[in-house]
């Protein structure tokens, strides 16, 4: 859940941007007081550095007509993260699904490393499919996929605990 230290003032400092974005919402997942993971997620618009490079790339590779689909009404989620010995408890599934359960935007999207985990493995899960592969982002060197979902997140037996 901790950045490189190099990187820490530049991610804490994306974050207090996002927390005053359009319907910001952040969860928290507790245990014995300490928490163990994280998400937050705002309305996407455009003007917002995220929301226009995605739009942008969506646009060439699929379409504007997609573009327009996956991004009139969307929720964005920024960052979702659990520490690694809690994960695998349906954790980030609940994070997920309290943190779009009252939205009202029609979409979710959200960015991911572009390889096979876990993590990807529960945005199918709850509904979310490739939009993008093999993405990068201005700037960056790593390759990412970027996942949309139609608002509700589908239920699957195993988040009922």
């Known amino acids: ?40 997620g705002f309305h996407g618009a455009p003007g917002q550095w995220w929301h226009d490079v995605v739009r942008r790339g969506l646009a060439e590779v699929g379409g504007e007509a997609a573009a327009r689909e996956w991004f009139a009404d969307p929720f964005e989620i920024a960052e979702i993260h659990v520490l690694p010995e809690y994960q695998g408890r349906g954790l980030g599934r609940r994070l997920l699904h309290r943190l779009t359960g009252d939205r009202t935007e029609r979409t979710a999207l959200l960015s991911t490393h572009d390889r096979l985990s876990a993590a990807r493995h529960l945005y199918r899960d ?9 993405f990068e982002f201005p700037g960056g060197t790593e390759s990412y996929a970027i996942m949309g979902a139609r608002l509700p997140l589908a239920v699957q037996p195993s988040s009922r605990r």
Do not use: K, T
């Open 1 to 40: 859940m901790r950045p490189p230290g190099e990187q820490l003032a530049g991610r804490q400092s994306i974050m207090r941007n996002h927390s005053g974005y359009p319907g910001f919402s952040c969860w928290i997942a507790l245990e014995d007081g300490a928490r163990v993971g994280f998400a937050y």
């Open 126 to 134: 709850l509904g979310f499919v490739d939009l993008l592969s093999d």
